[in-house]
């Protein structure tokens, strides 16, 4: 008997003692990610299953109607666009000002559509539309540096050493995204994200680097027609299924989802979606002539087709210098479109089934330094929720009066994370297996907050 012969003879035996296994320990019946793991199926049974069906039972246990019914709170949202403050946005020159106090300094506070709170006078387009968000004064952690403070807000996690943690975004690829769609689940723009760690890559973040122009590489190359395109492509398949044969990778098949995707997208009609010059020009200028406003649009414009979570990043919040021209600067850019995107949202019946999600890795130090700027500080700083399911013309949580630790209704990360778990129809409670059998679930020990929930 010839290698091959022999090597097929050895795993078609494989694969029979595995299905005899779930016969005999489960009745036929399939058996939940935990059991699979824990009753010692076979490596080669799970690649032969196929990591795409492997998948799809792990993460069916995390969409759960008796989790949102019996929490009173089904969930509304079906998307999620994250604005992302990279470098920490100074919580006393934004959502939590303290004109008076000798931490406060020349920012002054405007009235809003909530009665009795005040927000910056940095802000009045969302002072005007106040009513339509939650703002959460609570904020608190203890990770101080960009990076583990950005890896955290990202994941849930704190970083170590021994596992990566999936993204928000690939936690919600993974679960609400359409594996059929012609456009990826998880879009982020005008920066990388943190991507999907042991979910696959084809649930990490499709980026556009400037939300003006269309995706990259959509045309075929120069002197390449359908026909030979087609070709390269069944060439490709061939030598991929021989390598996924001889060493039983299982990130063969999240590439292949990936370049399979990527192609659909080349040929969808959808794909104008990406183009925000078909809007009229009045919208276009409510967001605002930067990469910014471009980009909050053309999250709206990703959502109304079915994309599932789009994160929109605005960097230079790291103001340890000249923190009140900047950050002013900064609110600027950031207003209008935030407010626009609500309202937009709102005209196309898309704002109840959209959860926003405004925030940055920490605040910034109550201690006005030497060089007029403010210091990192995860102890206290504000995030802001808009849409799907959230409670909204509130504020929870209270700093004192020099804003630098949180009074009352503290909100820690792993709370918030289940919160927004909880938003979108995931039990934040749910665990699933590594590859190296790990269990880890969306957060760790997070509850969501009731008083943020409609």
Known sequence: MSHNENHSHEQHEIEEQAEAKVHAEFGGVCPGPVDLFANNMTRRGVIKAGMGGIMGMLFSQFLNPEFAIASGNPAKAKSVILLFMN???SHLETFDPKPGAATGGPTKAI????????????????????DQLAIIRGMTSKEGSHERAQYLLHTGYAPTGSVGHPSMGAWVSSQLGDPKSDLPSFVSISGPSIGAAFLGVQHGPFVIQNPGQPPQNIAYPRNINAERFEMRQSALEMLESQFAAETGDIKVKGRRDVYKKAVNMMHSPRLKAFDVSDEPEAVKQAYGATN?????????????????????????????ADNFNRVGKLCQTFDAPFATLIKDLKDRNLLDSTLIIWMGEFGRTPKINGNEGRDHYPR??????????????IVHGTTDEEGGKVVDKQVI???????????????????????????????EKGKPVRELIA
Do not use: Y
């Open 413 to 443: 990360v792993p709370d918030f994370f289940a919160t927004i778990a909880t938003l979108i129809g995931i039990d934040p409670a749910t665990t699933m297996m590594t590859p190296v059998g790990r269990p880890i679930s969306i957060t």
């Open 87 to 89: 470098g920490g946005p």
């Open 111 to 130: 009235k809003t559509r909530i009665p009795g709170v005040e927000i910056s006078e940095n802000l009045p387009a969302l002072a005007d539309v106040a």
């Open 292 to 320: 910014f406003g471009r980009g909050c649009l053309l999250a709206r414009r990703l959502v109304e087709q079915g994309v599932k979570f789009v994160e929109v990043v605005l960097g230079g919040w790291d103001t340890h």
């Open 380 to 393: 206290a700083w504000n995030a802001v929720l808009a849409g799907g399911g959230v409670r909204t013309g």
